[in-house]
Structure formats: structure tokens, C-alpha cells
């Protein structure tokens, strides 16, 4: 199990993400039953398990695009709710399966939403986005001639724009070729490690998780079943 973390005076560091008894119900099912668990800056967490066992689910709430039945989530100790969704959403920025883009170039996709914010996205940091996901000199590109791999790059510029402190990652390879799915992860991998940015990703990949993860949080039927290091988790199973 992941341990607790101190500071150098011997005060426990707190989570930024802390997640207690988390379930989630529809018409009569339940879908996520009970989950507690904390994330720490900086942490590459995977969320591992075969298909409909609730991990998008999960990675839903955290974001409020579903509400829980019960449980609560706080980000730097505070309560979710009452920060408002579209604040929630920036600072967990979210990366999902298929990168809908918008129409226009890929510049106009990664203005989107700081200009959502009433910020304006410059010229350098638009080509300073696009460089960090090797993407570099396509910012006048019409979306529409990017390839899969290309797209889903400018989806991950497009999240990373708006400055989040969290990436959740949900299956976001899974509708790619092998090719593209590895230059996608080597993406994903720079963006961490040079921004120091926590990573929460999605995934039924076991060589992905070992990819792109430190730690594994393992769901069964809606169940967190196992948490801890890949080697304690996957080993195990």
C-alpha cells in the first residue's frame, strides 16, 4: 500500500486528491461501490482493470461530469463541490478517448479555452505548447488533416493550455494504432516529467500502466481491490 508522505519537519504532506467512499448508482446498478483512495502531487497513478468495472466511470466523477450517489472527493483538502465545475474541469484537465476537436486550425482548438477563461492564448505559447507534444510548426493546420496520433497530441496541447494541476487520462490510445498509440504515451511521458503535472490514467493496457504509471489502483466489479506499486498490484494478480 502507498504510504504517507511527510514533509522534511515531520508534518504529513496532504493529498491533492483524497477520494472516500466513492459510489456511484443508476437505475438500480451499481456501478462504483465504496472506493477510497489518495493521490499525491506529482504521482503517476493507473487505473487498471478489464473493461466495465467502472474505471471511466470513476475518472467521470472526479471531473463532475456524473455526480456520485455518495462519497466525497477534495482536491487540496477541499471539498469539490463547492468549487465550481468549470474550475474543477481547468484544474483537472481531462483527456478522453477520441479527441473531438473542434473545427479550424489546431491554434483555434488550443485558444479555446483560455479564451473560456477571458485569458488570451499568445503566439509563443501557442508554439510552446505544440513543441512540448512534438507538434511543432502545425499550430495554422486544419484539424482535419492531422492524423489520429496528431489529433490526439493537439487534444493533450488543448488540455494543457488551460494549466492544469492533473491530467486524467482516460483510455486516451486506445482508439489509436500501435505507431501513433507509442508516440502518444511518449508524449504523455515528456508533458510529466517536465512539468512535474499529476497523471491519473485510465486503462485495461497492462504494458501501458508499466509505461506510465508508478502506482496501480486494481478495480473489480466496481471494487478498489488492490493499490500499490505495479510490482505489488500486477505481480500479484
Known sequence: MVQEREHVTGQPEEPFLSVE???YQVDGQTIL?????????????????????????LI????????????????????????????????LGMVMQSPNLFPGTVADNLRFGPH?????????????????????????????KLSGGEAQRVNLARTLANQPEALLLDEPTSALDQ?????????????????????????????????LAERVLLLEDGRLVADGSIAEVLDAE
Open 21 to 23: 467512499g466513492l459510489t
Open 116 to 144: 473560456a477563461h477571458g485569458e488570451t492564448l499568445s503566439d509563443d505559447m501557442i508554439r510552446t505548447l505544440l513543441s512540448g507534444v512534438d507538434l511543432a510548426g502545425l499550430e495554422d493546420r486544419e484539424v482535419s
Open 179 to 211: 505507431a501513433a498509440k507509442r508516440d502518444v504515451e511518449e508524449t504523455i511521458l515528456s508533458v510529466i516529467n517536465t512539468q512535474n503535472v499529476t497523471c491519473i490514467l485510465v486503462t485495461h493496457d497492462r504494458a501501458q500502466v508499466t509505461r
Open 33 to 57: 461501490s465504496g472506493v477510497s483512495f489518495e493521490v499525491w502531487a506529482g504521482e503517476r497513478v493507473a487505473v487498471f482493470g478489464p473493461s466495465g468495472v467502472g474505471k471511466s466511470t
Open 60 to 91: 467521470r466523477l472526479l471531473n463532475r461530469l456524473d455526480e456520485p450517489t455518495s462519497g466525497t472527493i477534495r482536491i487540496s483538502g477541499q471539498d469539490y463541490r463547492d468549487i465550481s465545475p468549470r474550475l474543477l474541469r481547468r484544474r
